[in-house]
């Protein structure tokens, strides 16, 4: 008889020492969270199957029945309990502020009210600093927090003290500001009416809990201390068995007045983003146009080779070289400038395109026409051949800016807080992926449709332009 499979869900993308790739081993994973659940499959005489996944997805992956359960240091909360059940509690963790090593304002949460610190989205510790009013900023990661740490692109990091174990205490940069603090119990996920399914696994963990496995599995992972002894004790003697409800401190609830705030203040950072890294693709796309066009073979193929590259590459990839590559040269930006000009260096190659094929659209004979009134090239560029080149380029510009909106969706690599990002965040926390979809698609055409609106008002205008000079000198030679 085939063994029954336990198939548990988890993101092993900077997910040490939860489950992580193996560095000596790509293609198999370790961490004492797959220790764990293979010492409970084992307990419940199942086989354990990981599937890689991700973390802000874990909750609807679970409910499209990609996993059976989620054991990913998942924190019980009142929003989730609404959309999955909780297994008892396995491990007790505390949160623990980070800074870099010689900086000596923070020493605790309360002298961040007017800094900013990274931390993960969705967890114990961005609730705590919503609720302190502290600012925040959410990464897929530990691994970006830290390092933008380093970079001074932040001024503090929080993390559970499992991560900041593994990413920050051996980096000699980074220090611990004060002891561990606030702390709060792992439970595993299980899909709403999987109760058979919780007992087994309930079951399974009172019994390593018992027989000392997972004691062996977090001193191997050095997470043993004495929260741990405290919290296993009751339950291995049989007095007491702890309660995912007992520990409230991350409870949040689905509030829309500030979830439609926060979309508006996303998408507000959206449209800057938009708008700036447009002015670069237009002032730089000209130039590249001309160059590529008119330019001597050197300059050519310099254009050509900037195109091909931009246009050759995936600007997901472009931001992750800008964001985390040129700081190792000694240039750091902050994200919303490296998404900024990261997006507008790639939309400059397709700006480039479009102008070069507008400007090859003008006939010889208006270049001519404009030399026979005494114009040089520079003149007749500027006063001929660029405002009916710009007639032409224009819708598809149009149709580019309107590209750009959507396109700074891939910011979120870089833990910029855009419309996109918000929504993922948002939905994934409450569980309101329809209700909150239709509002960002709302914000999405708010943002786009007056910008279509005004290019097509723009279009009209030029063109009864264009008539009104045609007609104008079809009268002059009529009285000539």
Not at 12 to 25: E, L
Not at 173 to 196: H, M
Not at 396 to 417: E, R, Y
Request: net charge neutral.
């Amino acid at each position: 008889m085939a063994q029954e499979v336990l198939r548990w869900g988890a993101d092993p993308s900077g997910g040490a020492p939860y489950v992580f790739t193996d560095p000596a081993n790509p293609d198999r994973y370790i961490g004492y969270e797959k220790e764990m659940v293979d010492a409970l499959a084992q307990a419940m005489g199942r086989r354990a199957e990981f599937v890689p996944s991700d973390w802000e997805t874990l909750v609807s992956a679970l409910q499209r029945h990609s996993f059976d359960v989620i054991v990913n240091g998942l924190e019980p909360t009142g929003d989730r309990a609404q959309q999955i059940l909780f297994s008892k509690p396995y491990y007790i963790f505390q949160l623990q502020l980070t800074v870099r090593r010689d900086d000596n304002r923070i020493n605790s949460l309360d002298d961040c009210k007017n800094r900013v610190v990274g931390t993960l989205g969705n967890t114990a510790a961005s609730r705590l600093l919503q609720q302190q009013g502290i600012p925040y900023r959410s990464y897929a990661d530990p691994v970006g927090a830290y390092r933008d740490l380093e970079l001074k692109r932040l001024d503090a990091v929080i993390m559970d003290v499992p991560a900041e174990a593994f990413y920050a205490r051996p980096n000699p940069k980074l220090k611990p500001a004060g002891p561990p603090f606030t702390r709060g119990l792992y439970v595993i996920g299980l899909r709403k009416g999987d109760e058979a399914l919780k007992k087994e696994i309930d079951a399974a963990i009172d019994k390593i809990i018992a027989d000392g496995t997972l004691e062996n599995i977090l001193k191997k992972w050095g997470l043993w201390n004495d929260a741990q002894v405290e919290f296993q004790a009751p339950i291995r003697t049989g007095t007491q068995t702890a309660k995912a409800e007992e520990y409230t401190s991350t409870n949040a609830s689905f509030n829309w007045s500030e979830a439609l705030w926060r979309l508006t203040r996303a998408a507000a950072v959206t449209v800057l983003i938009a708008l700036g890294s447009m002015v670069i693709a237009v002032v730089l796309g000209l130039p590249l146009a001309v160059g590529q066009w008119k330019g001597p073979a050197w300059l050519r193929a310099f254009c050509t080779i900037y195109v091909e590259f931009f246009r050759g590459t995936p600007v997901l990839v472009q931001l992750l070289f800008l964001y985390f590559g040129l700081p190792v040269i000694g240039i750091a930006m902050p994200g919303w400038l490296t998404a900024l000009v990261g997006l507008g260096l790639n939309y400059a190659a397709y700006e480039s395109q479009v102008y070069r094929a507008s400007l090859e659209a003008i006939p010889l004979g208006q270049w001519e026409a404009a030399y026979s009134l005494g114009m040089g090239p520079l003149l007749a560029f500027r006063r001929i051949i660029l405002p009916q080149s710009f007639r032409i380029a224009l819708p598809p510009m149009t149709n580019d800016f309107v590209s750009l909106f959507k396109d700074t969706s891939v910011a979120f690599a870089i833990s910029v807080w855009e419309l996109a990002t918000a929504y993922r965040e948002l939905a994934n926390a409450s569980g309101q992926f329809l209700l909150l979809g239709v509002a960002v698609s709302a914000f999405y055409l708010a943002m786009s449709l007056p910008m279509a609106h005004l290019a097509r008002l723009l279009e009209r205008r030029l063109r009864d332009r264009a008539t009104e000079r045609v007609v104008e000198e079809e009268e002059a030679l009529a009285t000539t």
